[in-house]
């Protein structure tokens, strides 16, 4: 059985985490403050989740998605991750992040900036245009006309390959935006952003999208 790990325990994480169990994946899943603050949460997820510190959530799982604020990211180890398909669920808030000069300048996405800290992982953008509460409740079975599409981007096809299938088995279509460069397309403040659409609708609201710096 494949095993996810999930690091933050707040609203995507938690809710990635009750999408994977609901459809027989293993979690692993860990917060800046202990297992023993994640009781409740594994209780509620039942079974097939557990509790564990950063590390051994990344060294036990096939796949890692990083939910924790930008801000954080430089607080995450590097070298458990080697190897690892990493899902980066974060968006740019300046008022959570402070400012970020690469970003407020559009000289790099939050993507880039997790693959940078993470430089022997394979980064894959994903979950970052959903609201986390319907990340459970939105699949659709493949094949349904009002199936809800979810992009992703990467610089690795495997690793692509490995989130489009388990965004797949959540009940999700997949839109491959390409490389982490053009992951900007569905972040905050885009047409995308937080909107349910169907595959061929996602195409159409990040065919022309604009770039506006942040400053």
Do not use: C
């Not at 202990?34 to 060294?59: C, F, H, M, N, Y």
């Not at 409740?137 to 489009?164: E, F, S």
């Amino acid at each position: 059985m494949t095993t996810i790990g999930i690091i933050g325990s707040g609203n995507i994480g938690s809710n990635v985490a009750r999408a994977a169990v609901e459809h027989e994946y293993e979690v692993l899943i860990a917060n800046s403050r202990g297992p023993e603050t994640l009781q409740d949460l594994v209780r509620d997820l039942g079974k097939s989740a557990s509790a564990a510190t950063v590390e051994e959530v990344i060294r036990k799982s096939d796949m890692v998605l990083v939910a924790i604020p930008l801000k954080a990211i430089d607080d995450l180890p590097v070298e458990p991750f080697e190897d690892k398909v990493v899902m980066d669920a974060n968006n740019y808030y300046p008022e959570r992040d402070g400012r970020i000069e690469a970003l407020d300048h559009n000289e790099s996405t939050t993507s880039e900036l997790l693959q940078a800290r993470l430089p022997y992982s394979h980064v894959v953008k994903a979950f970052n245009n959903i609201y986390a509460k319907q990340i459970p409740t939105d699949g659709l079975p493949k094949g349904d006309q009002n199936r809800r599409a979810l992009p992703i981007a990467g610089d690795v096809p495997h690793a692509k390959a490995a989130v489009a299938g388990f965004l797949d088995d959540l009940g999700f279509d997949v839109l491959d935006l390409g490389h982490l460069s053009g992951s900007w397309r569905v972040e905050r403040d885009t047409p995308a952003y937080g909107k349910r659409a169907t595959l061929e609708e996602l195409k159409e609201l990040t065919r022309d999208v604009e770039r506006v710096q942040q400053v």
